[in-house]
């Protein structure tokens, strides 16, 4: 093959990938707004009814209610026992620490079904009647790992004795935790959050086996796939979701890049070489 | 209060490996007393235990053995944070989440000092490292040798009774480190704290110090005032460690009082002094520093340690001529000539294969035993 074809063929590629991944997203979008219950060409209209009947259907918006307050809960216990776990495995040199991360990392490796049946399993055992409750606990273990290896890169990305710093300046060992680990580790744990809550809010086989009579959102929109009728307010909502997760995402992103920024190594100092005068320092108080 | 502001008592620290034999042995029963008021160097190669030992009297590394005292009180039980002891890191380590003023409030701030006396003292800190206006920047947006300074501004306010300073020009460039060597000796003898400096770098070491510490492998192997130090090492390694030397090897035969024969080869007597108590029959290394040895055109008149050389290579570097040349008998030396006059004429300078005559002082050829 020469360059021209294989040039040609990768520009090919690429357009037929990004094709098939964003124009079912697009065809979303456009549907969404379609004056029709079947999602079939030639388009009929345009009209807002979609979304009119999607914010009177309050079963619906019970769903989604349901799954934030579940995203916001499991992503709050997940960011504050993921940063924990991240700082004692990036800090600490403690037997079994091995383990620790091990364990903290296993959900990710674990089909979400496997780990769904699993847990349903457990709460029956145990006798906890099925509820958001038990979702939102499922979901924190999914989670975990998320925040663990969010928040270990910024740790592991720190400066080694800024820790030792604070210590050295009379920081007690909590001292040095909230006034110099936490807030730097800060940036890193709200992308944990957000990165966490998106999981949550669209996680569907977990919540699938471990959700009681309130349904998450996920799996109302699943439960309605049934009626042909109502799937152009599925639709209207999976577009404004998407919005919002795009939305989120860009936000975290940029969060985690925004605490990333590495400090200015000591370097470029040719320049103040040639501004500083060797001359003795002058004080104008004295220190000591 | 007694005037030892820092006292390292048969002080030993291993680093447990995961096995025994991976287990290291940083620093080995030291014992070092460090005055008030004092600028101290630890010097030494890499690795031979200076950041360590730097790191005990901090109290981030605990001795495996041994005991360090600081202003007379022993320190096996005080956390760092309780030490009255502040450090200026190698890479600085400011935070990177508050601005430079919030950096050098820092220790005023977890001790709960009055908020206008920490705003005045943060002020007279970052004048006497004269950076008076950069303090709402952020320490990634100021230079390195900035950085470098509030480091320096962020351990002196809080009046520790000792600073301990590990390599704290290591990253900067070479004029810079000359301007701020300068600048570190005048501020130490201004505010008056002991200073306990580690470098690697032995000029730097020479020009700041009251005393230095030379170290190796864990140990220390002499204290002394910089004249001490280069004048009068204890051994071969500080002779060679500091500046530069030459070494002759010989046998020791005749003893009187500091002033020694010493036999380099069959039949060539070299003069010499010893402080290390040399006896006959004894092998020794005799250091002679090349400056010290002085170089004639001519045969002068007779005198001690005089030999006929011949010139190997010569070496112009401006201020001197460096010169090597070889003894009768096949010892090479080092040569360092002052250049006192100036000329350009070709013919004053020496060239590879003269002839030429060496002769040194006894008392500039140090017998050291092996
Ligand atoms: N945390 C540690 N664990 C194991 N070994 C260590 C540790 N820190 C230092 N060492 C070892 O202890 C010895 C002394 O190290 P130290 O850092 O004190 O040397 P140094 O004199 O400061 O050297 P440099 O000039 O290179 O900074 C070295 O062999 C080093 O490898
Ligand atoms: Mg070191």
Not at chain 1, 101 to 109: E, F, K, S, T, Y
Not at chain 1, 112 to 137: D, E, H, R
Not at chain 2, 84 to 105: M, S
Not at chain 2, 222 to 246: K, S
Request: hydrophobic share 45%.
């Amino acid at each position: 093959m020469d360059r021209k074809v294989l040039r040609s063929f990768s520009f090919w590629y690429f357009v037929v990938a990004t094709a098939l991944l964003y124009l079912p997203i697009l065809l979303l979008m456009v549907f969404s707004f379609n004056d029709s219950t079947s999602l079939t060409f030639p388009l009929s209209g345009f009209t807002l009814r979609w979304y009119e009947r999607l914010f009177q259907s309050g079963e619906l918006l019970r769903s989604v209610w349901n799954s934030v307050a579940v995203g916001v809960a499991s992503s709050l216990v997940a960011t504050a026992l993921g940063t924990m776990i991240a700082i004692a495995v990036v800090r600490y040199n403690f037997p079994g620490r091995g383990v620790v991360v091990a364990v903290a990392a296993m959900p990710l490796v674990i089909p979400y079904v496997v780990l769904g049946v699993a847990l349903l399993i457990a709460f029956s055992q145990v006798n906890i009647p099925l509820s958001l409750w038990t979702v939102t606990a499922g979901h924190v273990v999914i989670n975990i790992p998320l925040v663990v290896l969010i928040v270990a890169a910024r740790l592991i990305g720190m400066e080694p004795n800024l820790e030792e710093a604070a210590m050295d300046l009379g920081a007690t060992y909590w001292g040095t935790l909230f006034r110099v680990t936490l807030p730097i580790a800060f940036p890193a744990m709200v992308a944990a959050f957000l990165t966490s809550f998106t999981t949550s809010f669209d996680e569907f086989a977990l919540a699938f086996f471990l959700v009681g009579p309130e349904p998450t959102l996920p799996v109302y929109i699943f439960s309605q796939l049934r009626y042909p009728s109502r799937l152009p307010i599925v639709v209207a909502l999976a577009a404004l979701i998407m919005v919002a997760s795009v939305l989120l995402i860009v936000f975290a992103e940029w969060l985690r890049r925004y605490g990333q920024q590495p400090s200015r190594p000591a370097e470029a100092t040719g320049r103040v070489a040639e501004r500083l005068e060797p001359r003795p320092l002058r004080s104008a108080g004295g220190v000591s | 209060m007694s005037d030892i502001a820092v006292e390292l008592r048969d002080v030993s620290k291993t680093y447990d490996g995961a096995r025994q034999e991976q287990s290291v042995r940083a620093v080995h029963h030291i014992n070092l007393a460090v005055r008030a008021g004092e600028f101290f160097t630890l010097l030494g190669p890499s690795g031979c235990g200076k950041t360590t030992t730097l790191r005990m009297i901090a109290g981030f590394e605990v001795p495996t053995s041994g005991e360090i005292f600081i202003q007379g009180k022993p320190m096996s039980h005080v956390p760092p944070y309780r030490r009255p002891v502040n450090t200026v890191f190698q890479n600085y380590a400011l935070f990177p989440h508050l601005t430079i003023e919030e950096n050098v409030a820092f220790g005023l701030r977890v001790k709960g000092v009055p908020k206008a006396e920490q705003e005045r003292r943060v002020r007279e800190a970052l004048e006497l490292v004269r950076l008076p206006n950069l303090g709402h920047r952020r320490p990634s947006q100021i230079s390195g040798g900035q950085q470098q300074r509030v480091a320096l501004a962020r351990a002196l306010v809080n009046r520790p009774a000792v600073l301990l300073l590990d390599e704290p020009l290591g990253a900067l460039d070479y004029k810079l480190r000359q301007a701020m060597q300068f600048e570190l000796k005048a501020l130490q003898h201004e505010v008056g704290i002991t200073f306990i400096y580690v470098t690697h770098d032995q000029e730097e070491a020479l020009t700041m110090s009251d005393r230095i510490a030379i170290m190796n492998q864990g140990q220390v192997l002499q204290v002394g005032t910089p004249v001490q130090i280069y004048e009068r090492p204890v051994n071969r390694f500080v002779a060679n460690f500091i500046g530069e030397t030459n070494f002759l090897q010989g046998r020791v035969i005749e003893v009187h009082g500091n002033r020694c024969v010493v036999e380099v080869a069959s039949g060539v007597p070299v003069v010499g002094s010893t402080y290390d108590g040399v006896q006959v029959g004894d092998r020794v290394s005799i250091s002679i520093r090349p400056e010290k040895i002085r170089i004639h055109e001519s045969q002068p008149d007779p005198r001690p340690n005089l030999f006929e050389v011949r010139v190997e290579t010569v070496a112009y570097i401006g201020s001197d001529t460096q010169l090597q040349i070889t003894m009768p008998h096949g010892d090479r030396l080092r040569v360092y000539d002052q250049n006192d006059l100036s000329t350009v004429d070709e013919s004053y300078f020496y060239a590879a294969g003269d002839q030429a005559w060496i002769s040194w002082r006894p008392e500039n050829a140090l017998v050291l035993k092996n």
